[in-house]
């Protein structure tokens, strides 16, 4: 048992539980497995190196909103997109109104509630190294004496982001899981009755074929190719695909008005969310060894549950961002694009490493947020994170071209409701009004900013794919993660999300896989 490269594996392999995908789900999973008698079978299609490879799954997009290459939103290998170039570590629990069935909401609610969900986040905080930080409170008022609706909502930074890494030692020294890299699945192959899975249909990257065998089986390869994979085997199956794929989500992002404060005071507040200020001290904490019990915390700009539900509204938060004198905004949205850019050119390069410019193409701009001077503050800009509100027409679909192996590869449509953009617009009116009557400034908007919604951006977090309900009429896995008419295959990650709450899936998809862990062992046992 070990860490060992697939081309070593026999053509058969047996194992009582097989997991693909060596991600957050994967990885939480197989390590409550460590010292179990049960013996499990991880696979990964990428490698070991901490390097993250690109995932050419997708060909690219089939009408809806414009989207990132498909290849650059996921990354393969052990840890998966908690690698370099991935995951940053920010880490809260879905909110309590998230996990309930809002009227205003289509398609909303999940089938259990937060306190049930509370023990397995308790578990995800020490898998991910979240110190004492205690994320399950209410809202705080940022200025409790002048307005009871500007509040924060609280993001906590772990110390053990890179998961890969985290669990390497422990599975290479396991006398249970055994982990094959560069391991890619072709299908999952039923077995005759089509109401179990046999076997996993593998190639090593030499393009030889093996089986693995198990007696339960779980997909936790992330939420695009958790569909696909699931897609790909119902149609050598010959079955419907039912809601497969359907009800894609993300979280839409938008960079939306500047905020002015009325005084020094009120500026003073809102440079303490600057959330690059808290992840620097945190990096170099890191760096240095120090540990802080009470972790590091920063915080976003929101609206209490109570005006959500008051005004019908979606989930919500805004980071905010300060604005120097002498900076200009078109450079900074140009300088944040070309650090996008650079990322995925490293991604696709499988390089590693991290974006950076040059100091011969310094500006004022690029200085001002390396630097972040506070003396030079003149306002700050809000980017919004809003809960996309599950939308059927939202989609992955195999698509007519195929991978290297002859298998379709997926198209995405992503789409969002209108609800959605209207949810936003609210929210952003109703900071502008609270602002204004309150006396702690402005939030000014231009025109060209509000013309940003029939353009979002995206943020990497897909959801939904598989989405979780008790019905299969609603939903693709049960309140276990179980395959509807499938005994024993299960989905991990956040592709069985019914509602997206308002940012950072993370934490949520490490204590599922720490509740589907427990299920999986009362299985297989």
Request: glycine share 10%; aromatic share 8%; proline share 5%.
């Amino acid at each position: 048992m070990g860490i060992e490269s697939a081309s070593s594996a026999p053509a058969e392999l047996s194992f009582d539980l097989c997991i693909v995908g060596a991600g957050a789900s994967g990885l939480t999973i197989a390590s409550n497995f460590l010292k179990r008698s049960l013996s499990v079978c991880v696979l990964e299609s990428g490698g070991v190196d901490g390097q993250g490879q690109p995932n050419f799954s997708g060909d690219g997009h089939d009408g809806g909103l414009p989207y990132a290459s498909l290849a650059t939103t996921r990354l393969k290998g052990l840890g998966g997109s908690t690698q370099q170039l991935g995951w940053g570590g920010f880490c809260k629990p879905l909110d309590r109104q998230d996990f309930v069935e809002r009227t205003w909401v289509g398609n909303s609610g999940w089938p259990f509630d937060l306190e049930h969900l509370g023990p397995y986040y308790e578990r995800a905080c020490q898998t991910l190294g979240l110190g004492d930080v205690s994320l399950l409170g209410e809202r705080q008022r940022l200025f409790p004496a002048q307005s009871p609706i500007i509040a924060t909502d609280s993001v906590g930074l772990c110390n053990n982001r890179r998961l890969g890494r985290h669990f390497r030692e422990p599975v290479k020294s396991s006398t249970s899981v055994d982990l094959f890299f560069d391991a890619t699945v072709l299908s999952l192959e039923f077995a005759p009755g089509q109401s179990t899975i046999a076997a996993a249909l593998c190639i090593d990257r030499h393009g030889r074929t093996f089986r693995v065998s198990a007696r339960a089986f779980v997909i936790a390869a992330g939420g695009i190719e958790n569909a696909r994979l699931l897609m790909i085997s119902n149609l050598a199956a010959q079955r419907e695909p039912g809601l497969v794929g359907r009800y894609f989500m993300d979280h839409p992002r938008f960079t939306i008005g500047t905020l002015f404060p009325s005084n020094k005071y009120v500026q003073r507040v809102f440079a303490r969310l600057d959330r690059v200020r808290v992840t620097r001290r945190h990096r170099m904490a890191r760096t240095l060894g120090w540990r802080d019990a009470g972790g590091y915390v920063v915080n976003g700009l929101t609206l209490p549950f109570e005006i959500h539900a008051k005004e019908a509204l979606l989930n919500y938060r805004a980071w905010v961002e300060p604005c120097f004198l002498g900076q200009s905004q078109r450079a900074y949205d140009d300088y944040r694009l070309s650090l996008l850019n650079a990322r995925d050119r490293l991604i696709l390069s499988g390089r590693g490493g991290f974006p950076s410019i040059s100091p011969k193409h310094m500006t004022w701009t690029s200085g001002m947020h390396l630097l972040r001077p506070p003396s030079l503050v003149r306002g700050f800009r809000l980017h919004h994170f809003i809960e996309p509100e599950p939308c059927f027409e939202s989609r992955l679909a195999l698509s007519d071209k195929k991978d290297r192996y002859g298998l379709p590869l997926v198209s995405l449509s992503w789409h969002l409701s209108g609800s959605t953009l209207d949810s936003l617009k609210r929210t952003i009116a109703i900071l502008q009004n609270e602002m204004r009557v309150s006396g702690l400034g402005e939030l000014l908007v231009t025109q060209e900013e509000w013309d940003v919604l029939q353009n979002p951006m995206w943020t990497w977090h897909h959801m939904g794919t598989t989405r979780m309900h008790d019905h299969p009429a609603r939903g693709v896995v049960d309140r276990n993660c179980r395959v509807h008419g499938v005994s024993n295959l299960f989905v991990a990650g956040s592709s069985v999300f019914p509602t997206a709450g308002n940012d950072t899936p993370t934490l949520t998809i490490v204590a599922l896989a720490h509740r589907l862990s427990d299920h999986l062992n009362e299985f297989a046992s």
